[in-house]
């Protein structure tokens, strides 16, 4: 049974950085997509942050950001830990959101609220 744990969320003033956490269970980090999507009320979910699972030859991966946060996220992963992370820098109100990890395009966890006051 695949499980994701996500945490870190929390209330943050503009300019201010928090890491969101997502511990699985049931998956290996390491070898799975793993991704964090957002969704602010009213709107759609959308993608954030992937990262691919590491290539069977070169142990390599890639990472892929949206236009609106890219040079501020960064997603990262502990395979020892099997943890995904997003580290969230120079935050915008426009970052409120429920934050949600995603893996092998299949699971989700139960999501952390972000919100970013001006």
């Known amino acids: 049974q695949v499980q994701l744990v996500e945490s870190g969320g929390g209330l943050v003033q503009a300019g201010g950085s928090l890491r969101l956490s997502c511990a699985a269970s049931?998956?290996?980090?390491?070898?799975?997509?793993m991704a964090w999507y957002r969704q602010a009320p009213g709107k759609e979910r959308d993608l954030v942050a992937s990262?691919?699972?590491?290539?069977?030859?070169?142990?390599?991966?890639?990472?892929n950001y949206a236009d609106s946060v890219k040079g501020r996220f960064t997603i990262s992963r502990d395979n020892a830990k099997n943890t995904v992370y997003l580290q969230m820098n120079s935050l915008k109100p426009e970052d409120t959101a429920v934050y949600y990890c995603?893996?092998?395009?299949?699971?989700w966890g139960q999501g952390t609220q972000v919100t970013v006051s001006s």
């Open positions: 990262i691919t699972g590491d290539a069977i030859l070169t142990r390599s991966s890639t990472t």
């Open positions: 995603k893996a092998s395009t299949t699971y």
């Open positions: 049931g998956i290996s980090v390491r070898w799975s997509a």
